[in-house]
């Protein structure tokens, strides 16, 4: 049963912005560092964003400086802002929470992000 609900994504230009949210139930969220992975086409997933109950964050070095990570504790609802969108950048993105964990349950069913040049 998916849990986690993803939302945000759609077809942009390269340059272009998107901003992704996910909702996720609070026995997930709360006090969990949560984050993002993206899976492009025939490639394996991997990690994009994670953002810590603290509020570390840490990113993947090819989104540094055009993504950022956000999390609002009150609504149990994780963001991803997306900046300077390029073709690389076109994936299905998964919500994760928390982060690190390989349950089903723990991810959300994707939002697709797709980037034309």
């Known amino acids: 049963q998916v849990q986690l609900v993803e939302s945000g994504g759609g077809l942009v230009q390269t340059g272009g912005s998107l901003r992704l949210s996910c909702v996720a139930p609070e026995k997930l969220f709360k006090y969990n560092t949560v984050g993002w992975y993206r899976q492009a086409p025939g490639e394996g997933r991997e990690w994009v964003a994670y953002n810590t109950y603290g509020n570390m964050k840490d990113y993947r070095d090819s989104v540094k400086g055009r993504f950022t990570i956000s999390r609002d504790n009150t609504k149990n609802t994780l963001y991803l802002q997306m900046d300077n969108l390029r073709p690389e950048d076109t994936a299905v993105y998964y919500c994760?929470?928390?982060?690190?964990?390989?349950?089903?349950?723990?991810w959300g069913q994707g939002t697709q992000v797709t980037v034309s040049s």
């Open positions: 994760n929470a928390p982060w690190g964990s390989k349950d089903p349950t723990s």
